[in-house]
Protein backbone atom coordinates (compact mmCIF):
# COMPACT_ATOMS: atom_id res chain seq x y z
CA UNK A 1 0.00 0.00 0.00
CA UNK A 2 1.09 3.48 -0.72
CA UNK A 3 0.82 6.77 1.47
CA UNK A 4 -2.10 7.92 0.23
CA UNK A 5 -3.84 4.49 0.77
CA UNK A 6 -2.54 4.08 4.52
CA UNK A 7 -3.78 7.73 5.13
CA UNK A 8 -7.00 7.01 3.78
CA UNK A 9 -7.60 4.04 5.50
CA UNK A 10 -6.64 5.22 8.92
CA UNK A 11 -8.89 7.90 8.17
CA UNK A 12 -11.55 5.71 7.50
CA UNK A 13 -10.54 3.88 11.28
CA UNK A 14 -10.78 7.17 12.76
CA UNK A 15 -14.16 8.22 11.46
CA UNK A 16 -15.47 4.01 12.27
CA UNK A 17 -13.86 5.06 16.32
CA UNK A 18 -15.41 8.83 16.38
CA UNK A 19 -18.89 7.07 15.25
CA UNK A 20 -18.37 4.34 17.97
CA UNK A 21 -17.34 6.93 20.65
CA UNK A 22 -20.73 9.29 19.42
CA UNK A 23 -23.02 6.27 19.44
CA UNK A 24 -22.05 4.84 23.12
CA UNK A 25 -22.76 9.27 24.20
CA UNK A 26 -26.01 8.79 22.71
CA UNK A 27 -27.04 5.28 24.62
CA UNK A 28 -25.75 6.68 27.87
CA UNK A 29 -27.53 9.99 27.50
CA UNK A 30 -30.59 7.90 26.63
CA UNK A 31 -30.37 6.05 29.90
CA UNK A 32 -29.85 9.36 32.03
CA UNK A 33 -32.46 11.05 30.94
CA UNK A 34 -35.22 8.03 31.83
CA UNK A 35 -36.82 8.37 35.36
CA UNK A 36 -35.65 5.80 37.32
CA UNK A 37 -31.54 6.70 36.33
CA UNK A 38 -32.23 10.80 36.68
CA UNK A 39 -32.19 10.61 40.30
CA UNK A 40 -28.38 8.93 40.06
CA UNK A 41 -26.61 11.80 37.67
CA UNK A 42 -24.34 13.32 40.02
CA UNK A 43 -23.48 16.88 38.76
CA UNK A 44 -20.43 17.10 40.03
CA UNK A 45 -18.77 14.23 38.35
CA UNK A 46 -20.35 14.00 35.17
CA UNK A 47 -20.41 10.63 33.61
CA UNK A 48 -19.08 9.09 30.19
CA UNK A 49 -19.27 5.64 29.41
CA UNK A 50 -16.48 3.76 29.44
CA UNK A 51 -14.87 2.14 26.08
CA UNK A 52 -13.35 -1.12 26.52
CA UNK A 53 -10.92 -2.42 23.89
CA UNK A 54 -8.83 -5.79 23.46
CA UNK A 55 -6.08 -4.33 24.88
CA UNK A 56 -6.95 -2.59 27.96
CA UNK A 57 -5.67 -3.87 30.96
CA UNK A 58 -8.15 -5.64 32.67
CA UNK A 59 -7.34 -4.71 36.57
CA UNK A 60 -6.73 -0.78 35.77
CA UNK A 61 -10.17 -1.17 33.93
CA UNK A 62 -11.74 -2.71 37.42
CA UNK A 63 -10.46 0.16 39.25
CA UNK A 64 -12.11 2.89 36.91
CA UNK A 65 -15.09 1.30 37.00
CA UNK A 66 -15.36 0.97 40.50
CA UNK A 67 -13.84 3.98 41.34
CA UNK A 68 -16.81 5.22 38.86
CA UNK A 69 -19.74 2.92 40.30
CA UNK A 70 -18.77 4.30 43.75
CA UNK A 71 -19.18 8.40 42.51
CA UNK A 72 -22.50 7.92 39.95
CA UNK A 73 -23.47 5.09 41.17
CA UNK A 74 -23.79 3.72 37.97
CA UNK A 75 -21.79 3.55 34.87
CA UNK A 76 -22.04 2.25 30.98
CA UNK A 77 -19.56 0.06 29.95
CA UNK A 78 -19.66 -0.92 26.32
CA UNK A 79 -17.60 -2.84 23.59
CA UNK A 80 -17.12 -3.07 20.42
CA UNK A 81 -16.28 -7.09 18.53
CA UNK A 82 -13.45 -8.06 19.77
CA UNK A 83 -13.73 -6.06 22.89
CA UNK A 84 -16.84 -7.71 23.85
CA UNK A 85 -14.54 -10.90 25.83
CA UNK A 86 -12.81 -8.13 27.64
CA UNK A 87 -15.68 -6.63 28.64
CA UNK A 88 -17.62 -9.23 30.03
CA UNK A 89 -14.80 -10.56 32.02
CA UNK A 90 -14.22 -6.70 33.91
CA UNK A 91 -17.88 -7.13 34.85
CA UNK A 92 -17.58 -10.18 36.01
CA UNK A 93 -14.43 -9.22 38.50
CA UNK A 94 -16.37 -5.69 38.93
CA UNK A 95 -19.50 -7.56 39.99
CA UNK A 96 -17.71 -10.01 42.79
CA UNK A 97 -16.30 -6.72 44.52
CA UNK A 98 -19.32 -4.89 44.69
CA UNK A 99 -23.27 -5.16 44.44
CA UNK A 100 -24.23 -4.13 40.84
CA UNK A 101 -27.53 -4.39 39.01
CA UNK A 102 -26.35 -5.50 35.61
CA UNK A 103 -28.69 -4.60 32.33
CA UNK A 104 -27.58 -5.49 28.62
CA UNK A 105 -28.25 -4.44 25.30
CA UNK A 106 -26.84 -5.97 22.12
CA UNK A 107 -26.72 -3.66 19.34
CA UNK A 108 -24.94 -3.97 15.53
CA UNK A 109 -22.62 -0.96 13.70
CA UNK A 110 -21.90 -0.56 10.67
CA UNK A 111 -18.29 -0.24 10.16
CA UNK A 112 -15.47 -0.16 7.20
CA UNK A 113 -12.92 -1.37 9.34
CA UNK A 114 -13.13 -5.35 10.23
CA UNK A 115 -11.13 -5.72 13.66
CA UNK A 116 -11.36 -9.32 13.75
CA UNK A 117 -9.23 -9.56 10.84
CA UNK A 118 -5.56 -9.58 10.88
CA UNK A 119 -3.57 -8.04 7.85
CA UNK A 120 -0.42 -9.75 6.96
CA UNK A 121 2.16 -8.94 4.68
CA UNK A 122 0.69 -11.21 1.75
CA UNK A 123 -2.77 -9.52 2.19
CA UNK A 124 -1.43 -6.33 2.00
CA UNK A 125 0.76 -6.75 -0.83
CA UNK A 126 -2.47 -8.20 -3.05
CA UNK A 127 -4.13 -4.87 -1.68
CA UNK A 128 -1.12 -2.57 -2.96
CA UNK A 129 -0.97 -4.58 -6.37
CA UNK A 130 -4.87 -4.07 -6.93
CA UNK A 131 -4.30 0.27 -6.89
CA UNK A 132 -0.82 -0.07 -8.94
CA UNK A 133 -1.19 1.18 -12.58
CA UNK A 134 -4.40 3.28 -11.49
CA UNK A 135 -3.60 7.00 -12.22
CA UNK A 136 -6.13 9.67 -10.44
CA UNK A 137 -6.13 11.55 -13.24
CA UNK A 138 -6.67 9.58 -15.96
CA UNK A 139 -10.81 9.19 -17.52
CA UNK A 140 -10.13 5.36 -17.99
CA UNK A 141 -13.23 3.77 -17.97
CA UNK A 142 -12.43 0.65 -17.97
CA UNK A 143 -10.66 1.05 -14.14
CA UNK A 144 -12.63 -0.76 -11.86
CA UNK A 145 -14.29 1.15 -8.91
CA UNK A 146 -12.55 0.36 -5.62
CA UNK A 147 -15.57 0.84 -2.69
CA UNK A 148 -15.24 0.06 1.19
CA UNK A 149 -16.79 -2.53 2.42
CA UNK A 150 -19.13 -2.26 5.23
CA UNK A 151 -19.48 -4.61 8.34
CA UNK A 152 -22.09 -5.14 10.76
CA UNK A 153 -20.12 -5.35 13.74
CA UNK A 154 -21.93 -6.28 17.07
CA UNK A 155 -21.35 -4.00 20.23
CA UNK A 156 -22.42 -4.93 23.43
CA UNK A 157 -23.47 -2.37 26.22
CA UNK A 158 -23.40 -3.19 29.99
CA UNK A 159 -25.06 -0.72 32.25
CA UNK A 160 -24.17 -1.57 35.94
CA UNK A 161 -26.42 0.44 39.14
CA UNK A 162 -25.91 0.12 42.00
CA UNK A 163 -28.86 -1.75 44.01
CA UNK A 164 -31.50 -0.26 45.41
CA UNK A 165 -35.67 0.03 45.47
CA UNK A 166 -36.91 0.79 42.07
CA UNK A 167 -35.44 -2.00 39.82
CA UNK A 168 -39.08 -2.93 38.20
CA UNK A 169 -39.08 0.31 37.26
CA UNK A 170 -35.82 0.45 35.78
CA UNK A 171 -36.94 -2.64 33.72
CA UNK A 172 -39.43 -0.27 32.59
CA UNK A 173 -37.64 2.47 31.58
CA UNK A 174 -35.22 0.57 29.44
CA UNK A 175 -37.31 -2.01 27.50
CA UNK A 176 -34.73 -2.88 25.07
CA UNK A 177 -32.51 -4.10 27.81
CA UNK A 178 -31.80 -7.08 29.71
CA UNK A 179 -31.81 -7.67 33.21
CA UNK A 180 -28.87 -10.01 34.87
CA UNK A 181 -28.34 -10.75 38.12
Same mark, same amino acid.
Given at each position: ?????????????????????????????????????????????????????????????????????????? $? @? #?????? *?? /???????????? &????????????????????????????????????????????????????????????? $? @? #?????? *?? /???????????? &??
Amino acid at each position: MNHSQQAVSKDIHLKDKETYEVQSQLVYREILSSASFNTFQNPEAPASPIIITKNDLIKRRVNQVIKQLEVNHQ $I @L #LTAKSN *GI /PKLISIVEIVKT &QTKAEQYNSMQRSKSYTNPNYNHNKSTLKQKSNIFEGLDADSEDEDRPLHTHKTFQLPILN $I @L #LVEPQA *GQ /PQRQKDLPRWTY &QD
